[in-house]
């Protein structure tokens, strides 16, 4: 069931598509189909197949000049849903080429799916081969890891590094491998599955293609079955078949097949559901506003007087809309007979690192400029980190942040510390004010007190399970007293030098004023934050009402005894 809707909505969501490869038919030479190349015959195949079901097929027979040609790369990029690209485009020195196109279509943010589409001999070696090129790692990284195991020989892990996940960890575990203090700083914490193929491909790097100087450092998660996402892009790796693909169907369920087994398959298909239904509804502006004039509307712009102020209002017009047009949307994967039977399909077994990165899906999203090279304001629900792993949550007035200049670039913040205990971070969920970062870390938000957790001892003649109640019993009792304890977050002032955010990173400034010796001891300090991530307004209003209302609390005093 889970197959079939996957397969429905990929098919509803590609309908333009790329095909390239060297060996393709040049629809536009004037020769005849040439039957005895493979390649030449399934791409003219595909093309017809794709047209008889009312999708587009973009046939581009690759020359290595295209490469240096920004319009031909835009044409073959620009408004396409799947990408099928021949691994091998000039023989065993196209691999290269392949890479650089894959580099192109995944910085592409409307690319959802891109195909390494192969008939080569090395086809099992492709994923190492994007490891190796999508990993960040330059020339002399991949010397200090193979300096680091060179008690390894270059073919020790050829066999193992292409097993399925339990072969390889209980490979690392049998040779005592030591992930925890892996050579390179930026690759430390990643799947050890991820560290052992890295390892081999270092003992054997000049094998492989690294990019001098390295690419620009892509997510590359191996989803297993030979697919990746490499940032927020599918990338599977297909063999051809020269007589199965060339019925469109037939290719998308292969397709579709494989991505059902990604970890976050769910997830990816609802974005493209949603995307279908915005693609597919003809009338995204409502017709109350098109009865109105551009005249109305411009005077209603001069009236404002600032553009800035007139761009807002309408941008929330619009996602107004957008919000009541996926309301009104009947997602396939939101039906209840299908959630219910899914449900059963799944195995009851999460991970705390499951939990906190839906927690994570939940609570924030990372802010990114549509257009390349704008530079973001400090907004409200912006997260930044200093370097002493102090956290600062930006709560004042989203109207502020538009015009610092009105508060003398004076901004409100809370500030907060990790919470190191996952677990009993998702036992509390927001009751203590905590956030979950995409940076794998919780944050608490203001002074609370942590949980007092009482050590309990076996008692004689007391089972093991008798034990873990009374134990449960206990963690529970300390998370209700912590409830009603008194929980504090002080809104803090810091001056920001410049609310652009260069780098995703600025400098704020803090006046320290303690009274000292009958005098005050005044310090202006300033040091630099990064930014982490933006929580949802949600989230941030939470917090920000808690904070200011911290001015206005009454304490009182009672007898006690």
Partial sequence: MYSDKAFNILNSSINNAVFIDEKAKDFYSGTALDQGIPEEKLSFQLFDTFKKN?????????????LEEPNTLEYLFKGKDLILLDWELAELAGQEYSLILLAEAIRKPNINFCCVYSSSNNFNQIPLFLDAYFSGLTKEN??????????????????????DEGTMLQFIEEHNLDFENFPIENAKGKPATFLLRLVH????VDKFIVPDGGVAKHEVLNTGDDSFMINNTFVLTLKKDFDG???????????????????????????????????????????????SSTEALFKFRNHIKDDKTFGIIIKKLLLEQAYLQLRTAKLKLLDSEFLEHRSKEIADVVTNEDLHQLNVFYNSVSVKGLIPGDVPNLNFGDVFRDAEENYYLCITALCDCYYPNKIDSNFYFAKGKVFEDVETALRLGDTAF????????????????????????????ESEDQLKTRKLESELNAYRAFLHKPFYI???????????????????????????????????????????????????QRIANHAFGHPARVGVDFVKI
């Fill in 490 to 540: 002080k809104p803090k002032i810091y001056n920001v030098e410049n609310y652009k955010l260069i780098d995703n990173k600025m400098r704020i400034w803090e006046i320290k004023n303690k009274f000292f010796k009958e005098e005050f001891d005044q310090k202006l300090d300033y040091f630099d934050v990064t930014y982490v991530t933006t929580l949802r307004n949600d989230y941030t």
């Fill in 54 to 66: 009312g999708k587009n097929l973009v046939v581009h027979k690759f020359e290595k000049s295209n």
């Fill in 245 to 291: 693909d060339s019925d469109v169907n037939k290719l998308l369920r292969r397709i579709s097949d494989i991505m059902v087994k990604n970890k976050g398959s769910f997830f990816q298909l609802l974005g493209l559901e949603m995307q279908s239904v915005f693609n597919s509804n003809e009338r995204f502006i409502d017709e109350t506003i098109l009865k």
């Fill in 142 to 163: 991949y010397e200090q890891i193979k300096n680091e195991f060179s008690f390894f020989e270059t073919g020790d892990l050829a066999e193992v590094v292409n097993k």
């Fill in 434 to 461: 905590l956030s979950f970062l995409p940076n794998s870390k919780v944050v608490q938000w203001g002074d609370a007190e942590l949980v007092k957790k009482v050590k309990i001892k076996k008692l004689e003649g």
């Fill in 201 to 204: 491909i270092a003992l054997n």
